[in-house]
């Protein structure tokens, strides 16, 4: 394949040298309060590191949180060296978006590595600029010839399974970030606002397993300071740092942004919170979550915001970003025979049909938060995902996916693959119609993977209606075992500048290659 070698360029190696070391231990500093005081000595800091996301050809967004009031101040360069920077003025970071700032950089070269160095400046005094806090990633070429490799996994902090020093942190994200990946896809649950992290947890072999701690992820999150502190808590971790000063984001949402299983509108009977709204709650996580992710089509307050959107990644790639959360209807059987509304909701599926339609990618990622045929369970007769169980014709949310499938096979849109996370457990599934109940669709695969930091759980069972066959799993046997117990997971895509073939790879923690699927460019189904 004519994709580089996995492993970074000494020049990209050396440009984060300075900027983000490894400890020997991690523990919670002093900058991991919650809002910085607006009256501290000295230059503003940037402790919790860059990041960048929603790289294009010409433009990319940079992030940044400082210790107190500040200027954003970005220079780009060609080189390490800095010779001859170019200079973006960012916004001005206060407390009513909890100091973070996002800046964005247009007319960049195609196809090119960009240095980038954030500085943050007193307000009053432009002349105190903190230490710079350096990054790089790769803009997007206009030609295929360099192939495109990216990551894709989620849940991050789940279970109540936290930044562990005693393991070296989140020490998946080296791993990662070792792969050289052009852009890394987060699936969902970046955070567990439902699920505190307590300083310590017995694992079944009387080994204790100990959480650096934070008093925002002591309790459910409910106040915006709460979620706040939540997306904050990852941030602790120097794995995390590091990759996200080398690799930029995709970042999509789910349900433990906000609660295990919400929907809007749901009325919580939950005792440990005091705010019942869901959408109340979701209004306050999603502002949060704008805050803390370069997110190109979301900014801190923006209320016609949203999280999907399409990524175009040069004539190879395309990768369509679907929200499974912010328009569904409520929790169900899923046996209605009408379903207007199902998962996405009516705008964002005629969005993903029109865009899907557009596209003259080599290939269409769709990055979905939920898997289509896995049965994922709410309670005892609701279902929280797509599938209900019922091997027959399409109902309920099946109805949109369905029409959704429909589109593409009669709109001969090629080169289409799901890539998800959410089960905690890591997979492949072939769809056919030959095997289908609903037979008006191409074949398709799709892959998941994850979690990155979170609690392992056994398999869920397959729904027929997509005629899914189950290549490859890897699970555990009992519910939420600790990343001690079982490993991690995370998915590789690489696709090749010459041929356009696609191969992705199911990988765990500690190196291995657990599945590999090799698809080949310029087909309606495989």
């Known amino acids: 394949m004519s994709h580089r070698q996995p492993s970074p360029s ?21 900058l991991a309060g919650a809002a910085p005081s607006l009256a501290l000595s000295g230059r503003p800091k940037a402790g919790w590191g860059v990041q960048s996301g929603d790289v294009g050809a010409h433009s990319g967004l940079v992030w940044v949180r400082s210790d107190r009031p500040a200027r954003m101040i970005v220079e780009t360069s060609a080189t390490e060296s800095f010779r001859n920077p170019r ?62 490799r990216f990551l894709w996994s989620g849940d991050i902090a789940g279970q109540g399974w936290g930044i562990n020093p005693d393991r070296g942190g989140y020490r998946i994200f080296e791993e990662m970030r070792l792969r050289d990946p052009d852009f890394f896809l987060c699936s969902g649950d970046n955070i567990y606002a439902d699920g505190p992290i307590l300083p310590s947890v017995t694992l079944p072999d009387g080994s204790v397993w100990r959480n650096v701690t934070t008093e925002e992820k002591s309790k459910v999150a409910e106040s915006l300071a709460e979620f706040r502190g939540a ?16 690799v930029p984001s995709i970042v999509q949402w789910d349900d433990h942004e906000v609660r295990n299983n919400w929907y809007p509108g749901q009325i919580l009977d939950d005792p440990r919170y005091t705010e019942k709204d869901v959408n109340v709650l979701a209004g306050r996580s999603l502002r949060a979550f704008s805050e803390y992710f370069p997110i190109s089509t979301l900014s801190p307050g923006d209320e016609d915001g949203r999280v999907y959107r399409v990524l175009r990644h040069g004539p190879l790639l395309d990768v369509f970003v679907l929200d499974m959360r912010s328009y569904r209807n409520a929790n169900s059987p899923g046996r209605q025979p009408d379903d207007v509304t199902g998962i996405l909701g009516a705008r964002q599926l ?37 599938a209900q169980g019922d091997p027959g014709a399409p109902l309920g949310r099946e109805l949109q996916i369905a029409e959704l499938l429909r589109h593409i096979k009669h709109r001969r849109i090629t080169g289409t693959l799901w890539l998800t996370a959410d089960v905690h457990y890591t997979s492949a599934q072939h769809y056919g119609p030959s095997r289908a109940a609903f037979k008006d669709f191409a074949p398709f695969w799709e892959f998941v993977s994850g979690p990155l930091a979170a609690g392992g759980f ?35 895509v690489d696709i090749d500048g010459g041929s356009g073939e696609l191969t992705v790879r199911l990988r765990q923690e500690g190196g291995g290659v657990l599945f590999t699927q090799v698809l080949q460019p310029g087909r309606v189904g495989q």
């Open 350 to 386: 005629a969005w993903l049909k029109r865009e899907l339609s557009r596209s003259r990618a080599v290939w269409k990622v769709i990055a979905s938060d939920m898997p289509l045929g896995l049965v994922v369970a709410d309670g005892r007769e609701n279902f929280e995902a797509v």
């Open 87 to 148: 200079r973006w003025h960012g916004p001005l970071l206060g407390p009513d978006t909890d100091f973070t700032g996002t800046t964005r950089l247009r007319g960049l070269p195609a196809g090119e590595q960009i240095h980038y160095r954030v500085r943050l400046a007193d307000p009053d005094d432009p002349r105190r600029t903190g230490e710079p806090v350096l990054g790089t990633f790769r803009t997007t070429p206009k030609g295929r010839k360099e192939g495109v």
């Open 10 to 30: 000494p020049r990209r190696r050396s440009v984060l040298r300075g900027s983000l070391a490894v400890p020997a231990a991690l523990a919670v500093p002093a």
């Open 458 to 492: 056994p398999a869920t069972k397959l729904d027929g209606t997509f005629g899914p066959e189950q290549k490859f799993i890897k699970a555990p046997s009992r519910a939420n075992t600790s990343p001690a117990e079982t490993p991690q997971y995370f998915g590789e």
């Open 231 to 246: 997306f904050r808590y990852n941030l602790l971790d120097e794995n995390l740092k590091r990759f996200n000063a080398q």
